[in-house]
């Protein structure tokens, strides 16, 4: 899918949820622990954490101590990256949202 992402990190947990209703689909949610990074198609990140809800298509970055997540975009492939930092960000790429909790820098071009 165009939103899509890969994850790599020292230990990473596949949950699948089933759906109530037998006749829909059930979801998986990843938790990346541990060094943590995130590539798609317009966007990488770094993050102690980095959590996947399929079922919301968010992603969550969280960063312990006075280390900070880090994300770079693309309006599109190809395009120059805008980046932030914070201690935790909430991202979905299909609606490109992004929010940030304990900021500590961003950088953004039109």
Do not use: C
């Not at 805008?82 to 609606?95: G, K, L, T």
């Amino acid at each position: 899918p165009e939103d899509a992402g890969w994850m790599s990190s020292d230990k990473l947990r596949v949950i699948q949820h089933k759906n109530d209703d037998p006749e829909l689909p059930g979801h998986i949610e990843l938790v990346a622990d541990g060094n943590a990074e995130l590539e798609g198609r317009t966007f990488n990140a770094q993050a102690d954490v980095i959590s996947y809800d399929e079922s919301k298509g968010l992603y969550i970055l969280r960063s312990d101590g006075n280390r900070k997540a880090t994300i770079w975009r693309q309006t599109e492939p190809g395009a120059s990256p805008s980046d932030a930092q914070a201690q935790r960000m909430e991202f979905i790429p299909s609606r490109k949202q992004l929010k940030l909790v304990g900021t500590s820098g961003l950088s953004g071009l039109q």
